[in-house]
Every structure is written in C-alpha cells, then in structure tokens.
C-alpha cells in the first residue's frame, strides 16, 4: 500500500486576485522558480466593478507540495483568497475543446455518431473535414479526443479547466 503523504494527485486551485498587470507572470513565476507544473491554467476577469480576475490552476503534487503551493499563492500581495476544490467539498468542472477531424466515407459517419454520444457540436463542417466543439469534465474530453484520433484529428485546441464550488458560497 503506497505512502498517501508521497502519493502524487492532481489539485484544481482557485485564486481570486486583484485584475493587475504583472500578477499572472508572478503567479507563474511562483510554480517555475520552484520547478511545480502546471497542466491546466485559466484566468479571466470575474468582477468588472471590484477588479477582481480568477485563476483556476490544474497542477499535480504530494499533499505537502499542494500545501506549499496553496500557502505561497496566499502570501502574493494582490491574492485574495486561495481555494482547493479537489480538498474544500464538491465541485464543478469542465473544459472546452475544439477538435478538428478530416475525413470522408465510413470514418465521416462514425466522427458524427461519436460527437453524437460525447454531445459535442459540428461547428464547422466541410465536405471533407469537421470541427466539433466539446465540453465536459477533462476526462470526458480526453476520451473524445482519443476516439477522433484514428479518424482523421488532424488539429486541437483546449480550454483549459474551469472549476467552482458547489453549494451557495462563494470564493
């Protein structure tokens, strides 16, 4: 039975911080100059009137080292509030990605009954390519992504993880 205090697991970290210059690549700099990866990064403006934006970071770590990483993001000086939603109670994720397919005959028609069973949506289609869009938890996306490859994936674009609590509370 493996050591829970080395298992390595992956954390969704929300942040809510002043909308400022420079608070990005300090935040960025906090995981490089520590050699922590990041696997999803998300930032956008959540409160027009407050300046507020929220980050939302995918990264990966022992218990201890998401410890860290929650401790340092909270003594940045514009940092409000620092949230794990993998450890704080239930939450929503999701992502969004973009899937460009090429294909004609057989494989057109099972691209279609994929994106049918994943509900992602043809965004565009031509006579012989398509791009689907689809939405779902990280999970989700990587397994439709999976299924197009054989089929002609010829270009991806993901989001990145978007995540929120559950519950009436806010960040």
Known sequence: MADQSSTIN???IAVLEDNEAGVLARVIGLF???GYNIESLTVAEVDEAQHLSRITIVTSGTPMVIEQIKAQLGRLIP?????DLTLDGPSVER???LVKVRCTGEPRVEALRIADIFRANAVDSANDSFVFEVVGRPDKITAFIDLMRPL??????RTGVVGIARGPESL
């Open 10 to 12: 992956d954390h969704t």
């Open 32 to 34: 490089s100059g520590r």
């Open 79 to 83: 940092v409000h509030k620092v949230s």
């Open 95 to 97: 992502e969004l990605a």
């Open 152 to 157: 002609g994936l010829v270009d991806l674009s």
